[in-house]
């Protein structure tokens, strides 16, 4: 059963909340159908962003949500990130801003998928999800990682 939720961001969500005994059957249709509305709408990126898109000045325009465990949080992550594990981005939607920009990461990328595309279901037009998460980040050059792209330092 873990292998099977690992696999598909989309599936888990899907499998979390049709399974869950607390849904009725009115609630599971309006679920089903929030998430049907979503992935109509979508882009084909579901909006990840690279950390070479993002020039050294920009980061400061994001709400940055790291969404590892506190464990791994206090080990290492992107300066300036909160820690907000990713099981509690809808319960603690709250201190998420939908006035401004968020990204959103964990360790590759697969775990902020699931909550970003929880937080995009719930309303949240304004999440991008990092790609690869914080090993890409941290191996494409980190804050740096456009101006080694680019030759560009921060515009």
């Known amino acids: 059963m873990k292998a099977i939720l690992k696999q598909s961001s989309i599936g888990l969500v ?65 300066p300036g990130a909160i820690n907000l594990e990713w099981r509690q981005v809808l319960s603690k939607r709250a201190s998420i801003p939908k006035d401004k920009s968020v990204l959103i990461y964990c360790n590759t990328g697969s775990l902020s998928a699931q909550a970003g595309f929880a937080l995009r279901v719930a309303g949240y037009e304004n999440v991008r999800i990092l790609q690869g998460g914080y090993a890409e980040w941290k191996a494409k050059g980190g804050f740096d990682a456009f101006a080694k792209m680019t030759g560009k330092r921060g515009e």
């Open 14 to 78: 899907l499998l979390v909340l049709l399974a869950s005994p607390m849904l009725h059957a009115a609630g599971e249709d309006a679920a089903v159908k929030a998430m049907e509305e979503y992935l109509d709408f979508v882009d084909y990126g579901g909006a990840t962003i690279f950390p070479e898109q993002i020039p050294k000045d920009d980061w400061k325009r994001f709400h940055v949500i790291d969404a590892r465990d506190k464990d791994q949080f206090a080990k290492d992550h992107i």
